[in-house]
T-cell receptor, first 114, second 110 residues
Framework: DSGVTQTPKHLITATGQRVTLRCSPR?????VYWYQQSLDQGLQFLIQ???????AKGNILERFSAQQFPDLHSELNLSSLELGDSALYFC?????????????FGPGTRLTVL | GENVEQHPSTLSVQEGDSAVIKCTYS??????FPWYKQELGKGPQLIID?????GEKKDQRIAVTLNKTAKHFSLHITETQPEDSAVYFC?????????FGKGTRLHILP
């Protein structure tokens, strides 16, 4: 158990809808990362927050947005969903903001868009 | 842009044999090279990492080597066991980013 929690575990929705994925980092970790994992696509970095502020942006679509709240939990919002958005979404946390530190991954949210 | 290439994408080895996974990176400023293991239905978990001031690191059956000049690093698993079956990701990190490889699916054959 990494100490990172993600809810929900599974999400099934229809095209055009909007969903929110939630992540609680490990106690004491200030940094939260979001990744998308599709079949055979590895881990695609979406966005990073550190202590409430956006720190880095990866290949995140404009239809997607995220935020980190004062209690350090984070939410990833996906809107106008398309079939291609079906994937595993992972959240990871780390103590520091830099990319040269261990990240602890949550169990993921499996999103299915029908 | 910067990228990390990982090979092979799939690897099957006989139980008890060794497995080697290789990665190359393009950003010479990278100074942190972790390896993550992802078991079915779970998130990736760090199994070993190495920093740029070290050429090799070992932890029981797992070892990682780094060649900074050639910009490549490798994961070596010796005496493979069934529980080693998983997807392995390499990554290259620096102060402002970390980039993951596409993963290697390792099958341990009985």
């Amino acid at each position: 158990d990494s100490g990172v929690t993600q809810t929900p575990k599974h999400l099934i929705t229809a095209t055009g809808q909007r969903v929110t994925l939630r992540c609680s980092p490990r106690s004491g970790d200030l940094s939260v990362y979001w990744y998308q994992q599709s079949l055979d696509q590895g881990l695609q970095f979406l966005i990073q927050y550190y202590n409430g502020e956006e720190r880095a942006k990866g290949n995140i679509l404009e239809r997607f947005s995220a935020q980190q709240f004062p209690d350090l939990h984070s939410e990833l919002n996906l809107s106008s969903l398309e079939l291609g958005d079906s994937a595993l979404y992972f959240c990871a946390s780390s103590v520091q903001s830099t990319g040269d530190n261990e990240q602890f991954f949550g169990p993921g949210t499996r999103l299915t868009v029908l | 842009g910067e990228n990390v290439e990982q090979h092979p994408s799939t690897l099957s080895v006989q139980e008890g044999d060794s497995a080697v996974i290789k990665c190359t990176y393009s950003d010479s400023a990278s100074n942190y090279f972790p390896w993550y293991k992802q078991e079915l239905g779970k998130g990736p978990q760090l199994i070993i990492d190495i920093r740029s001031n070290v050429g090799e690191k070992k932890d029981q059956r797992i070892a990682v080597t780094l060649n900074k000049t050639a910009k490549h690093f490798s994961l070596h698993i010796t005496e493979t066991q069934p529980e080693d079956s998983a997807v392995y990701f390499c990554a290259a990190g620096r102060d402002d980013k970390i980039i993951f490889g596409k993963g290697t699916r390792l099958h341990i054959l009985p």
